[in-house]
């Protein structure tokens, strides 16, 4: 709720508002977009360019049941328009085909616990499977998490297109999962022998 009075307040003009929306965000936005592209500086300048515009057409900007989907979905176009523009004429970038990398946090865990190297390429290779919407899908879902109705908005996409990518992409994970559990479980006994 505190969302919303201060992005109804900053479409009023109240700066302070504004400068929290900003604040409550920047670092959420800046992970995602750093998702599309490695250029921290496009990411920053998409960033800071969807700022100025939000400021800018403060006046004109409509309600929002959430910030957090309305500016994910407003930087992602941002991102994709410019890489757009950074490609060759020959080579198009839509909105389907554009790189969208996402780090598994059980892929973190493994390599911190100093798993077999086997057991980290399954994982990796279980993400590297997916799509790039399916790691955009799983990113918005579980690590920004947003619902599907949010994620429908901010991607552009149907509720039930949103609902398979998940789902395929969690059944494609899910096959790789039992012989991480069976890692895990190990680890977890070593731990109290």
Same mark, same amino acid.
């Given at each position: 709720? =505190? !969302? *919303?009075?201060?992005?109804?307040?900053?479409?009023?003009?109240?700066?302070?508002?504004?400068?929290? *929306?900003?604040?409550?965000?920047? #670092?959420?936005?800046? /992970?995602?977009?750093?998702?599309?592209?490695?250029?921290?500086?496009?990411?920053?300048?998409?960033?800071?360019?969807?700022?100025?515009?939000?400021?800018?057409? $403060?006046?004109? @900007?409509?309600?929002?049941?959430?910030? /957090?989907?309305?500016?994910?979905?407003?930087? #992602? $176009?941002?991102?994709? $328009?410019?890489?757009?523009?950074?490609?060759?004429?020959?080579?198009?970038?839509?909105? =389907?085909?554009?790189?969208?990398?996402?780090?598994?946090?059980?892929? !973190?865990?493994?390599?911190?616990?100093?798993?077999?190297? %086997?057991? $980290?390429?399954?994982?990796?290779?279980?993400?590297?499977?997916?799509?790039?919407?399916?790691?955009?899908?799983?990113?918005?879902?579980?690590?920004? %998490?947003?619902?599907? /109705? !949010?994620?429908? %908005?901010?991607?552009?996409?149907?509720?039930?297109?949103?609902?398979?990518?998940?789902?395929?992409?969690?059944?494609?994970?899910?096959?790789?999962?039992?012989? &991480? @559990?069976?890692? *895990? *479980? &190990?680890?977890? @006994?070593?731990?109290? @022998?």
């Amino acid at each position: 709720m =505190e !969302e *919303i009075q201060a992005w109804n307040a900053f479409r009023k003009g109240d700066k302070l508002a504004f400068e929290k *929306i900003f604040n409550d965000h920047i #670092r959420i936005l800046y /992970k995602y977009g750093s998702r599309f592209t490695t250029d921290s500086a496009l990411v920053e300048d998409c960033i800071q360019e969807l700022f100025l515009d939000l400021w800018n057409k $403060r006046d004109r @900007i409509g309600d929002t049941d959430s910030v /957090k989907r309305y500016l994910l979905g407003a930087l #992602r $176009r941002r991102i994709i $328009r410019k890489l757009q523009q950074k490609t060759p004429l020959n080579s198009h970038v839509d909105t =389907e085909n554009y790189d969208f990398q996402l780090e598994a946090n059980l892929e !973190e865990i493994l390599i911190n616990s100093e798993l077999q190297d %086997e057991k $980290r390429r399954k994982v990796t290779q279980a993400f590297e499977k997916l799509s790039k919407r399916q790691k955009e899908v799983i990113y918005l879902k579980y690590y920004q %998490e947003l619902s599907y /109705k !949010e994620i429908e %908005e901010a991607l552009g996409i149907n509720y039930q297109s949103v609902r398979n990518l998940l789902h395929n992409a969690l059944k494609s994970i899910k096959a790789v999962l039992p012989q &991480i @559990i069976n890692v *895990i *479980i &190990i680890l977890f @006994i070593n731990l109290f @022998i």
